[in-house]
Each structure stands twice: as structure tokens, then as C-alpha cells.
């Protein structure tokens, strides 16, 4: 069976200011995942996550290599994949409702239809009754909910997330992980997470991807051998904690190596 979601050897790099060399992001990085499946992409800061992350949605194409979805290559953005940022990017203008239903508005979906559609995702992520509301009357939490239904609202296959919970409190952060796995559940999703919380990671996934320090190379993958359901409680059983003490371990060193690098070198001057 072909895999939901394929990264072939994919590889990427950005020009300098000024464009005389290139900053290395992506080392060959290749992956595989099975439709349903969560998977979680951890790496310390300016590994390259946002950068596979926005590679995957085809917002960014890679030097080298490429995605497949369905076994088929892919190129430029929207199909079968819905993104949440972990900056919401609601229209400030719009009503949760009229957000969430702007992804269908632009394929044409008429209004009553894309209505229906986004107020049933609106219900699935608890936000039933604030669909008149505007982002401005919304905490933090109930942002992202919005940000997660107008996702879901134009019913992507794969859904992929780039530290979607990052700027939220513990306590809503860990309500979120909660209501994400419940809508995983019921949707059957699959989904790409990224962050650099590795308890979070461990909570959500099926398997973890460890990236290295830039440029971002997979180090590991771990399988997350925890049964499902998962609830707060899980986080303190011994199982758990061996799988967040092995994952820091194993990004500690990388964590090191990236406070250590640098910007790549000037070339070599070859006059005065
Ligand atoms: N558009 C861009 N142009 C140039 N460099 C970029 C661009 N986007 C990201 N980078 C660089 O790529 C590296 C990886 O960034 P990013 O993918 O955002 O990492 P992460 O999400 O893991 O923190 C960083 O060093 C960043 O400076
Ligand atoms: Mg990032």
C-alpha cells in the first residue's frame, strides 16, 4: 500500500542577504507516513521544521527532492492538505464562522454550504455558540480552536501543524493536546505536528521524528509504544518519562551544536 504522505530525500536551502552563499537547512531529510497516522517532528530552534513544514504544503519547493501524496508528486500549495500556523492568522474583520468558512469561499463552495460544512468543525472543536464572535473577543485557546477548524473546514486529508499550541498557557496548552487527539480520533486524520516540546511530542504521536541541528537531518524516529487512549495521567507514568528522558538526550547534543553555530562562512577573499 502506498503511504499517505511520502518526503523523498528532500533537501533545502535559503540565499544570504546579498546572495552570495547559501544557508543549509534540510539535509536529506525522508519520511514516510501511513494515512492516520501522527507523527511529530521535534528539532532545538532553526533545525528546519517550519521549513519541511511549509516544503510538505508546497509553500516553499525544496533544492532537491520531493513530496508525495498518495504516491503522487506534488507541487504548489492546497489539495488534500490543511496548515495551521502557530501564529493564528484570523481575519481580524471576520466572525468565527466567516473564518472559518473562508478556505471553501475561495474554492468557489457556495455560502450556505461552506456554512454548514465549517459550523459542524466549529462544533467539534467546542466552539458551538461563538460562531458571531470575533477574534478580538477570543481568548488564545479558543483562537487556535478557530485556526483548527478552518482547517478542517475544507476536509484535507493531511493536516499539518507547526507549533500550533507554542504561545498558549500549560494549562490550555494541555487541554488542547486533549481536544486535538479527540478530533484525530474522530476525523481519522492524518497529521504532521511540529514542535519543541518533547512531552507534547511523546502525548500526541504515533512516532517522533528527531531532527538534528541545522541543517536538519533525521536523527531518529521513536515509536511511541503508549496505548491510546492517552490522558493527562499518562504524562506521569514511568513509560512516558523514559520516552521524554531518551528523546532530550538524544536532542540535548543538538540542542548544543545550535548554540554553537554559526551563519556558514564568507568564501575565501581572494583579493588584497
Ligand atoms: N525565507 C527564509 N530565508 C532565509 N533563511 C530562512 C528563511 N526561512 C528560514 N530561514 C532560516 O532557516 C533556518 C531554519 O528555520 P526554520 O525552518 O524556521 O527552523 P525551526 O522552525 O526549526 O525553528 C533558520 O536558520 C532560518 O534563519
Ligand atoms: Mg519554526
Redesign the pocket.
Known sequence: MVAKLTIENVSHA?GSPGGRRA?R?LDDVSLSVEAGEFISVI?A????????LRVIAGLESPSAGAVLVDGEKRSGPGGKMGVVFQRDSLWPWRSVLENATFGLEMRGVNKAEAGAKAMRYIEMVGLGGFETWYPHQLSGGMRQRVNLARALTIEPDILLMDEPFAALDAQTREIMQLELTRVWRDTGKTILF?THQIDEAVFLSDRVVTLSA?P?AVRATTVIDIPRPRDLRTKRTPEFQAYVGDLWELIEAEVMKSFNARAPAAPASTGS
Do not use: D, Q, W, Y
Not at 530552534?45 to 519541511?52: A, C, E, R
Open positions: 535559503f544557508l537547512v528539532g530552534s532553526g533545525s528546519g521544521k517550519t521549513t519541511l511540529v541545522r536538519g
